[in-house]
Protein backbone atom coordinates (compact mmCIF):
# COMPACT_ATOMS: atom_id res chain seq x y z
CA UNK A 1 0.00 0.00 0.00
CA UNK A 2 0.74 3.72 -0.58
CA UNK A 3 0.31 6.76 1.68
CA UNK A 4 -0.03 10.34 -0.13
CA UNK A 5 0.45 13.77 1.37
CA UNK A 6 0.03 16.60 -0.93
CA UNK A 7 1.52 20.27 0.20
CA UNK A 8 2.60 23.36 -0.99
CA UNK A 9 -1.03 24.81 -1.62
CA UNK A 10 -1.96 28.68 -0.35
CA UNK A 11 -3.68 31.71 -1.78
CA UNK A 12 -1.89 33.58 -4.52
CA UNK A 13 -2.00 36.28 -7.48
CA UNK A 14 -2.86 35.54 -11.13
CA UNK A 15 0.05 34.71 -12.61
CA UNK A 16 1.60 33.70 -9.60
CA UNK A 17 3.91 30.37 -9.40
CA UNK A 18 3.16 27.29 -6.70
CA UNK A 19 4.88 24.29 -6.90
CA UNK A 20 2.28 21.26 -4.87
CA UNK A 21 4.25 18.19 -3.44
CA UNK A 22 3.48 15.15 -2.47
CA UNK A 23 5.45 12.63 -0.49
CA UNK A 24 4.53 9.05 -0.52
CA UNK A 25 5.34 6.13 2.11
CA UNK A 26 5.27 2.63 1.26
CA UNK A 27 7.57 -0.18 -0.76
CA UNK A 28 8.15 0.62 -4.23
CA UNK A 29 6.99 3.65 -4.95
CA UNK A 30 9.11 3.64 -8.35
CA UNK A 31 7.02 1.00 -9.57
CA UNK A 32 3.96 3.33 -9.22
CA UNK A 33 2.59 5.69 -12.13
CA UNK A 34 1.59 8.85 -10.61
CA UNK A 35 -1.10 11.47 -11.38
CA UNK A 36 -2.32 15.05 -10.36
CA UNK A 37 -5.95 15.74 -10.07
CA UNK A 38 -7.90 18.43 -9.19
CA UNK A 39 -11.58 19.66 -7.96
CA UNK A 40 -13.67 23.00 -7.69
CA UNK A 41 -16.41 23.62 -5.47
CA UNK A 42 -19.47 22.11 -7.02
CA UNK A 43 -17.31 20.14 -9.89
CA UNK A 44 -16.34 16.81 -10.31
CA UNK A 45 -12.23 16.04 -9.83
CA UNK A 46 -10.72 16.03 -13.05
CA UNK A 47 -7.27 15.45 -14.57
CA UNK A 48 -4.43 17.52 -14.56
CA UNK A 49 -1.30 15.39 -15.25
CA UNK A 50 0.21 11.70 -14.98
CA UNK A 51 3.59 10.38 -14.84
CA UNK A 52 4.68 6.86 -15.61
CA UNK A 53 7.59 4.89 -14.01
CA UNK A 54 9.49 5.85 -16.57
CA UNK A 55 8.92 9.60 -16.07
CA UNK A 56 6.62 9.73 -19.46
CA UNK A 57 4.10 12.69 -18.98
CA UNK A 58 1.05 13.84 -19.66
CA UNK A 59 -0.98 17.36 -19.49
CA UNK A 60 -4.53 18.68 -19.21
CA UNK A 61 -5.43 20.62 -22.31
CA UNK A 62 -5.71 23.33 -20.19
CA UNK A 63 -2.62 23.46 -18.08
CA UNK A 64 -0.32 22.29 -21.15
CA UNK A 65 2.81 24.41 -21.10
CA UNK A 66 2.08 25.82 -17.79
CA UNK A 67 2.34 23.03 -15.41
CA UNK A 68 4.98 20.75 -15.27
CA UNK A 69 4.74 17.06 -13.50
CA UNK A 70 8.30 15.61 -11.89
CA UNK A 71 8.83 12.75 -10.00
CA UNK A 72 12.15 12.09 -7.48
CA UNK A 73 11.88 8.10 -6.82
CA UNK A 74 14.64 8.13 -4.17
CA UNK A 75 13.13 11.19 -2.10
CA UNK A 76 9.55 9.40 -3.19
CA UNK A 77 7.80 12.42 -3.64
CA UNK A 78 6.17 13.74 -7.26
CA UNK A 79 5.94 17.18 -8.32
CA UNK A 80 3.49 19.67 -9.88
CA UNK A 81 5.14 22.95 -10.88
CA UNK A 82 2.30 25.39 -11.48
CA UNK A 83 3.19 28.51 -13.69
CA UNK A 84 1.71 31.69 -14.94
CA UNK A 85 -1.84 30.60 -12.68
CA UNK A 86 -5.42 31.92 -13.20
CA UNK A 87 -8.25 31.86 -11.30
CA UNK A 88 -9.91 29.19 -12.87
CA UNK A 89 -7.06 26.77 -11.43
CA UNK A 90 -8.62 27.09 -8.09
CA UNK A 91 -9.29 24.27 -6.53
CA UNK A 92 -8.42 21.11 -4.40
CA UNK A 93 -5.69 19.42 -5.55
CA UNK A 94 -4.68 15.22 -5.23
CA UNK A 95 -2.01 13.40 -5.97
CA UNK A 96 -2.66 9.59 -7.08
CA UNK A 97 -0.70 6.40 -7.63
CA UNK A 98 -2.06 3.29 -9.22
CA UNK A 99 0.27 0.64 -10.66
CA UNK A 100 -0.40 0.87 -14.34
CA UNK A 101 2.42 1.37 -17.00
CA UNK A 102 -0.36 3.01 -19.28
CA UNK A 103 -2.03 6.05 -16.86
CA UNK A 104 -5.52 6.47 -16.98
CA UNK A 105 -6.57 9.97 -16.27
CA UNK A 106 -10.40 8.95 -14.94
CA UNK A 107 -10.31 9.20 -11.18
CA UNK A 108 -11.56 6.33 -10.40
CA UNK A 109 -9.13 4.17 -11.82
CA UNK A 110 -6.38 5.31 -9.50
CA UNK A 111 -6.10 3.14 -6.14
CA UNK A 112 -4.73 5.32 -3.91
CA UNK A 113 -5.22 8.93 -3.18
CA UNK A 114 -3.57 11.65 -0.78
CA UNK A 115 -5.98 14.52 1.14
CA UNK A 116 -5.58 16.98 -0.84
CA UNK A 117 -4.18 20.88 -0.55
CA UNK A 118 -6.00 23.85 -1.58
CA UNK A 119 -5.04 26.37 -4.25
CA UNK A 120 -6.41 29.54 -4.59
CA UNK A 121 -5.77 32.23 -7.16
CA UNK A 122 -6.81 35.74 -6.68
CA UNK A 123 -7.96 37.80 -9.39
Known amino acids: QVQLVESGGGLVQAGDSLRLSCAASGPAFSTYGLGWFRQAPGKERDFVAT???????TYADSVKGRFSISRDNAKSTVYLQMNSLKPEDTAVYYC?????????????????WGQGTQVTVSS
Open 51 to 57: INRFSGT
Open 96 to 112: AAVRRLILPIRPNDYDY
